[in-house]
T-cell receptor, first 111, second 113 residues
Framework: AQKVTQAQTEISVVEKEDVTLDCVYE???????LFWYKQPPSGELVFLIR??????QNEISGRYSWNFQKSTSSFNFTITASQVVDSAVYFC????????FGKGTMLLVSP | SQTIHQWPATLVQPVGSPLSLECTVE??????LYWYRQAAGRGLQLLFY??????ISSEVPQNLSASRPQDRQFILSSKKLLLSDSGFYLC????????????FGEGSRLTVL
């Protein structure tokens, strides 16, 4: 994928709410990868998931789930029953485009 | 298991002074290595990447340079820092260049005064 757009710059929720972070991508490739990373206040980015364009099955990992839809060029990330520790900046990233990330979405979960 | 470390964690330098940030990876061979910078706007900008010893690709022309003297060592340098060099610098590694997940170091916060 060449480019991703995370239209939500900041989201604020209260603990236990579900929240979805949007990611729309553009690509001319038939095969591509998309990634999600988390950057907590400490600053170190943490890899969350890599998705191959051939695999459109939704992925679930604990409270995290990802909805990959090629028809709408979206790869959205949902956190169920959010917790304060989920507060971070989340980046959806393409596999090319000089490996550069956008500004991400800042999620603030309040107690 | 693989680990990545970078240092120093925090650095305050005057304008015009040199810079050296170091990053090392353990537990893997021939990793792809990267230097990113994150300015106040939160976006991560790729500065350099390396696919092997002495093989450095620069993504953004600037007064920074990178070197890879050993397989698992990646160094970010500058001869004369500018105010605009302030930011949060992150080193990362991956197995695959474009399609592999990135594993990041702890980051180095540079303030140029």
């Amino acid at each position: 994928a060449q480019k991703v757009t995370q239209a939500q710059t900041e989201i604020s929720v209260v603990e236990k709410e579900d929240v979805t972070l949007d990611c729309v991508y553009e690509t001319r490739d038939t095969t591509y990868y998309l990634f999600w990373y988390k950057q907590p206040p400490s600053g170190e980015l943490v890899f969350l998931i890599r998705r191959n364009s051939f695999d459109e099955q939704n992925e679930i990992s604990g409270r995290y789930s990802w909805n990959f839809q090629k028809s709408t060029s979206s790869f959205n990330f949902t956190i169920t029953a959010s917790q304060v520790v989920d507060s971070a900046v989340y980046f959806c990233a393409p596999d090319r485009s000089a490996l550069t990330f956008g500004k991400g979405t800042m999620l603030l979960v309040s107690p | 298991s693989q680990t990545i470390h970078q240092w120093p964690a925090t650095l305050v330098q005057p304008v015009g002074s040199p810079l050296s940030l170091e990053c090392t990876v353990e537990g893997t061979s021939n990793p792809n290595l990267y230097w990113y910078r994150q300015a106040a706007g939160r976006g991560l900008q790729l500065l350099f990447y390396s696919i092997g010893i002495d093989q450095i690709s620069s993504e953004v022309p600037q007064n920074l340079s990178a070197s890879r003297p050993q397989d698992r060592q990646f160094i970010l340098s500058s001869k004369k820092l500018l105010l605009s060099d302030s930011g949060f610098y992150l080193c990362a590694w991956s197995v695959q260049l474009y399609t592999g997940e990135l594993f990041f170091g702890e980051g180095s916060r540079l303030t140029v005064l």
